[in-house]
């Protein structure tokens, strides 16, 4: 099972706090450190205030050798396919080919009337536009250029540079049939077109914090999608995002809990959280429903000594 570290930097952080982080991910062992794409916090001060995405994780690519690097999720209203489409690409030179893309409708309102960002009240059209147009630029052969007219992009003649220097997305030694070089992460938990646009454009299929028991029900809509589509089912990857918060003993873990402002007891119940021996358990769990990957929400983000307790006595657990 892949363990990997995602941070939600817009509750508050510096580029320096990420980068300590990432650092830490990368020694630990762990697979990736991903980050949220997100421009206004939802609960907090947000102090010093938001970092962008993708500037984030350019800089990070130059000062990691190792890990993955992605969002979960970037939104679409934030760049122009495009514009998308070319700094994945740089970020994936600048990383030698480490970049991965999850990318959703988003769902901030409040983000989009603080910093100008136009917000129109239906946006899955414009997701699946998005997956078009960077999934049709990144294929499209060097020398020939492409093109795009839909209901929201439309581009002419474009040359379809730069490309990802990942030269293609495997599995187990196969290249997978519907997923582009840099791996896209599709999530969400709509009962219909989340899955078929999974099905069609990503590597992954993500769960972002769902009920435990609702993950068997979502994984199995996706490969009904694949199925429907002809496309393996086994091709993607499914993965599930959880808050993370683990102690050696219980007063370590009400520490914990209280630095990020939840109960011990809730975070038992929808994350991988409590003891050592209770984070294996789910763990274990979530494997055997089908999860092979798990993003560990990690919120307090100067508790590097956390990192420090999973990586050295849960994932030798589960790996």
């Not at 800089?59 to 209203?77: D, K, P, Y």
Request: hydrophobic share 45%; net charge negative.
């Amino acid at each position: 099972m892949d363990l990997r570290i995602f941070t939600e930097p817009q509750q508050g952080a510096t580029y320096d706090d990420l980068l300590a982080v990432a650092q830490a991910t990368e020694r630990l062992g762990f697979d990736a450190f991903f980050r949220s794409d997100h421009y206004l916090s939802m609960s907090r001060p947000g102090l010093p205030g938001p970092t962008d995405a993708w500037t984030t994780l350019a800089g990070l690519a130059r000062e990691t050798s190792r890990i993955r690097l992605g969002t979960l999720v970037t939104s679409v209203t934030f760049r122009h396919p495009g514009v998308l489409a070319v700094q994945v690409a740089g970020v994936d030179q600048m990383s030698g080919g480490r970049v991965e893309l999850g990318i959703g409708a988003g769902w901030f309102a409040r983000e989009h009337e603080a910093y100008g960002i136009p917000f129109p009240p239906k946006r899955f059209g414009m997701l699946t536009e998005q997956l078009e147009v960077v999934t049709g630029l990144w294929r499209t052969p060097v020398g020939e250029t492409f093109s795009h007219a839909g209901e929201h992009y439309t581009l002419t003649d474009s040359p379809a540079l730069p490309k990802p220097v990942q030269t293609a997305a495997v599995r187990d030694g196969v290249r997978l049939s519907g997923a582009t070089a840099v791996p896209i992460i599709v999530g969400g938990n709509g009962p219909a077109r989340t899955p078929a646009l999974a099905a069609r454009f990503a590597a992954e299929y993500n769960a972002a914090f769902p009920e435990i028991a609702d993950i068997p029900a979502m994984f199995a809509r996706v490969r009904a999608a694949c199925e429907a589509i002809e496309r393996p089912a086994d091709d993607l990857v499914y993965s599930v995002a959880l808050v993370l918060c683990v102690g050696a003993d219980e007063a370590e873990l009400a520490r914990r809990a209280a630095a990020i402002g939840r109960e011990p007891a809730e975070l038992r119940e929808h994350g991988v959280a409590g003891t050592v021996a209770e984070a294996v358990d789910r763990l274990g769990a979530l494997r055997e429903v089908g999860v092979e990957r798990v993003y560990l929400q990690t919120l307090d983000l100067a508790d590097l000594d956390h990192l420090e307790l999973v990586a050295a006595e849960v994932a030798p657990q589960v790996s």
